[in-house]
């Protein structure tokens, strides 16, 4: 089946659901504030710490500091990062402030509480900091795990992380450190002074290591080893799910016979069924589950580590040598170009589109989705103008399923015998596939077709095309003459051209 770019509705699907993730975990994060921290007097990291301290100093209410401060940030945000970033975050600060807002007035809506007192529900400091800096950890877990941010210090942590070479976390960390500390001076009169920075640091403690629990957790990768004499039905099952298996040879030794062994990295959340479908098919299966320290590739995390060149990797979605090379050589160095065979794809992409560009896009989509990188895929073909841009997509099965070029040029000699208009170009159209965006490229070489074969060279059509201006056919080209102005080296240098120019707009 030829594989579909991600519908509109399957995007909107994922979007809608952050949103309401987001939403659920900033109220999380805003119950933690107000009815454990704030009645406390203690102070969190980020913004929100910030408008704490505010709060504590001048009885302003913490979402109205939360979103003057945050505008600056994200004024500052979509100047260097962009919109992209910007979007989920927006979102976050203007819904937070109102859920801080909304709270406080329904706090202050219940019998016996003044206008503008937060009450303690939890008595005990100490205890509220617990349950407030789990409830802040479990929160922004949430929130990060659907990618969405609550602004404030990640900005900063964005930003910085731009220019420096410095994590994310420390930023983060460095700034929490900087403003609970800060804390200090706005409490100094008060006898449990230190107390309350302590608290602060307490909470900070806390909700780091839940956080840092919850994403795990929701990470876990799970590694199993299924050892049934029914192992085809189950890998079977488990594929139909949509996660990948291995099937090993083995030998059990005692039995000496031949066993088979599959192997599946699984998401944790994913054990249940994996489990209830292997029983359900071999009840007296022999099975382990391991924990996997971390699990890297398509559909689980990308390698973090930066490779030892900093080239940047492209897909050329083909395993035709002689393009590979002739696309390499006019890339460079600074691309690391890998073809189909390098990447483990050795299916047979189906090229079913009516027009060059959608083949191109066929195949690097393909690439995009099932194996993750950024990838271009090429068609080409040959166009005539009398034939009304014949054989085109159709060049290299022109003669039908299993002719050589031979054949095809037979054919469309036979096609144009007598016809006078011999002009003819080649084009060929380069998609490329990103995270983003599609682009394509095209170059052709205008021409026309010779009544017989001239040459030994090139492949395809090349005996029977001269290019305007030259007196040699591409086949009577060396590889280097007809690479300076073929088709697919025109569409080549403009594709080159664009990848440069991102590498040029990074550094
Ligand atoms: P592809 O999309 O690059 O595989 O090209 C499809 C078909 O177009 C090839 O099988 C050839 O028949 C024809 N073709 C494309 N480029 C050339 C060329 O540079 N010379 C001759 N034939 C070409």
Known sequence: MVPQIPSFAKNMWVETRDYVFITVALLMYALALTLFMLPHQITTGGISGVSAIVFYATGIEVQYTYLAINIVFLIAAVIELGWKFCFKTIYAVLMLTFILWLLQRIIESQPGVNPGELPKIMPDRFMSCVIGGILEGVALAICFLNNGSTGGTDIIAAIVNKYKNLSLGNVI?????????????????????????????????????????????????????????????????????????????????????????????????????????????????????????????????????????????????????????????????????????????????????????????????????????????????????ALGGAPGVHSARYAGEGHDSEANMQKLLAALDGNTNRKADFRTVIAFVTN???????????????????????????????PDGYDQTFAEMSQEQKNAISHRARAVAKFADFLIGQLEKKK
């Open 173 to 385: 960390l460095i700034c929490d450190l900087i403003i609970i500390s800060s804390s200090y001076f706005v409490f100094q009169d008060q006898p449990d002074c230190w107390e309350r920075v302590i608290c602060g640091l307490v909470v900070l403690s806390i909700s780091a290591v839940t956080l840092d629990y919850v994403m795990n957790r929701q990470r876990q990768s799970v590694q199993f080893m299924i050892f049934s004499r029914n192992y085809s039905k189950i890998a079977d099952a488990i594929n139909q799910t949509g996660r990948g298996v291995t099937v090993l040879d083995g030998q059990g030794w005692y039995t000496k016979t031949e066993r088979k062994v599959i192997v599946c990295l699984a998401k944790r959340r994913e054990s249940i069924n994996i489990f209830r479908m292997i029983k359900s098919i071999d009840p007296y299966c022999f099975v382990s589950m391991a924990n996997a320290q971390g699990v890297y590739g398509e559909g689980f995390d990308k390698i973090k580590a930066k490779s030892n060149s900093d080239k940047r990797t492209v897909v050329f979605a083909t395993n035709n040598k002689h393009k590979l090379e002739e696309v390499r050589q006019i890339l460079g160095d600074a691309f690391e170009v890998r073809s189909l065979e390098d990447i483990g794809c050795n299916r047979d992409i189906p090229e079913t589109g009516n027009t060059f560009r959608e083949n191109a896009l066929i195949k690097a989509q393909f690439v995009k989705t099932y194996y993750g990188f950024d990838c271009f895929a090429d068609d080409s073909g040959l166009e005539c103008d």
């Open 436 to 466: 983003d965006a599609v682009h394509y490229f095209e170059g052709t070489v205008e021409g026309k077709i010779l009544v017989e074969r001239r040459g030994e060279g090139g492949f395809g059509y090349d005996p029977i095309f001269l």
